[in-house]
């Protein structure tokens, strides 16, 4: 199996040039997803939040090695700007709605990064989590309460998830769903 850099090699350059620069992941926090890709192998992953695309792009090399299939969420134009066209070979599929709408099922791996105001960050929690297989991933991102209206970790504590956080640019959690496991 292939590393993320060795995953990116040829290709990062052209992601970074095709698709305009957001509010998106840290590379490190690109590279941290992708490798939870390759070690838990996937196949059905939900991301809320796809901006333009990048972090979904970066994630969808690494579904793509171990054969898995990328849903990806967002209520607004900019995910359907074609940045996902420039990368036709990539098993992404995008809906213009709410994270919170998802109806996709057995999910295995979830990146929770659509608005990161506590009552959104609830909301796909509560309609994403019902759908979540035993031994499903969920990594949230924008834990770091840098700007005043996120509150992931509200959201986490007020659903009581037993999360890892991890010390990132932008800060990330990971919530493993052992409450389903036997």
Known sequence: MKTPEQLLEGIEDKIIS??????STSREEKLILMQAILDNKPKVIVETGTHRGKTTVYMGLAAKEVGAQIHTFDPFEWGAYGNFGKFLDLPI???????????IKNIDFFFCDGWHEKVYVL???????????????????????????????????????????????????IYENISNKS
């Open 123 to 173: 909301e796909e929690i509560d309609s994403i989590f019902p759908n979540l297989n035993k031994n499903a991933t969920v990594y949230f991102h924008d834990t770091n309460g840098s700007n005043p209206s996120c509150d992931v970790p509200g959201a986490i504590d007020e659903r009581k998830l037993k999360v890892k956080y991890l010390k990132t640019l932008n800060g990330m959690a």
């Open 93 to 103: 599929t995008y809906y213009q709605r709410a994270g919170k709408l998802c109806d």
């Open 18 to 23: 095709e698709i305009p620069q957001d509010d």
